[in-house]
């Protein structure tokens, strides 16, 4: 069985300092791993995605990710939060024989202050 | 490209009716999947839709149903509304069958509640 741990249900980091989103991941077979951002009243928006190919993972608007096999961890990192970057945030894992079945992360709400 | 669109938006419903709900994928997208939200649960997987067929289900009663048409676009059925129906139902569209390799495209969500 699959499932996601996400180890943070509230960040708070300043406009202009790094950001970490930390997420663990259980799963029986290789997994595929995704993290998606929603802002309030919006529906979700892929980040960045990992499928065994790099373990470092560049996604858009600067955030990135490293797949690290022995730690089951997939942290989400950018190097200097914006204010638009304040959303919820969700660490999501599926795996090849669930087809197209997401298992998401309980999310990570970020706040960024002025 | 248009993205995923969800209709209605916004649904008030009361206990014991049933409720339905549409989802067009992007054009050209054949596997579409819906998923619950709500503060308690998070996000959970309801059902996917391949080729008009259901691919994979989660673990929701049988009062939750869907189905898919030839033109891809899916329509999701929760029938006996209870209050614990009240939740954000999001439809996720991808080009391929799985979400493995394929990324899955999220609509705007219909925002469901039940009084």
């Known amino acids: 069985a699959q499932s996601v741990t996400q180890l943070d249900s509230h960040v708070s980091v300043s406009e202009g300092t790094p950001v970490l989103l930390r997420c663990n991941y259980s799963s029986s077979y290789s997994p595929s791993l995704f993290w998606y951002v929603q802002h309030p009243n919006k529906g979700l928006q892929l980040l960045l995605k990992?499928?065994?190919?790099?373990?470092l993972v560049k996604g858009i608007n600067g955030f990135e990710a490293e797949f690290k096999k022995s730690e089951t961890s997939f942290h989400l990192t950018k190097p200097s939060a914006h204010m638009s970057d304040a959303a919820e945030y969700f660490c999501?894992?599926?795996?090849?024989?669930?087809?197209?079945?997401?298992?998401f992360g309980q999310g990570t709400e970020l706040s960024v202050k002025p | 490209k248009a993205g995923v669109t969800q209709t209605p938006r916004y649904l008030i419903k009361t206990r014991g009716q049933q409720v339905t709900l549409s989802c067009s994928p992007i054009s050209g997208h054949r596997s579409v999947s819906w998923y619950q939200q709500t503060p308690g649960q998070g996000l959970q997987f309801l059902f996917e839709y391949f080729s008009e067929t259901q691919r994979n289900k989660g673990n929701f009663p049988g009062r939750f149903s869907g189905r898919q048409f030839s033109n891809s676009r899916s329509e999701m059925n929760v029938s006996t509304l209870e209050l614990g129906d009240s939740a954000l139902y999001l439809c996720?569209?991808?080009?391929?069958?799985?979400?493995?390799?394929?990324?899955?495209?999220f609509g705007p969500g219909t925002r469901l509640t039940v009084l």
């Open positions: 990992y499928t065994s190919a790099a373990t």
């Open positions: 996720a569209s991808s080009l391929l069958a799985g979400g493995v390799y394929n990324e899955q495209f």
């Open positions: 999501v894992v599926s795996s090849y024989n669930q087809g197209g079945k997401l298992i």
